[in-house]
């Protein structure tokens, strides 16, 4: 199966960006909590985006542990109704995000004035000229098959 890069090649471009820049890494899952936080209408509790996301309570307080750490999110008690605790959206989170916009903008601007190729993925299956590690034994090249 052929696909186009453009979208991986985008992505990879921004993370790398990010993980070169001054601003924290954040897992997978911790930017999926911010951007749901950020970008989802409120309020938000632990259980609203801990089903949102299809994960448990426990790790969405992880993440929001992490994000709390770096300021990038808070936790305060809903007034109306005590037993929930509601998540805060801080400067220093809309200051992060404002920075990884640029990041994916610069990437789609990079991306966009590279010639589309194509890709192909296979499960298993040795690339056809093996790279020699230069130890005297050849180093398999394996490629992932994208799923359909």
């Not at 426990?58 to 993440?63: D, H, I, K, L």
């Amino acid at each position: 199966m052929a696909i186009q890069v453009q979208s991986l090649e985008m992505w990879r471009h921004a993370l790398v960006a990010s993980v070169r820049g001054e601003s924290p890494d954040l897992s997978a899952r911790q930017m999926a909590l911010m951007l749901s936080v950020y970008l989802g209408e409120g309020p938000h509790t632990v259980r609203g985006l801990a089903k949102i996301l299809r994960i448990s309570k426990p790790a969405v307080s992880r993440a929001l542990d992490r994000l709390g750490e770096l300021g990038y999110a808070r936790r305060e008690r809903d007034d109306l109704d005590r037993r929930n605790v509601l998540v805060q959206r801080t400067a220093s989170g809309s200051d992060f995000l404002i920075q990884f916009s640029r990041m994916i903008d610069e990437a789609k601007d990079h991306v966009g004035s590279l010639p589309p190729r194509l890709v192909e993925f296979a499960i298993n299956k040795p690339a056809e000229a093996p790279v020699s590690s230069g130890f005297d034994q050849p180093k398999s090249a394996w490629v992932v098959e994208a799923a359909e």
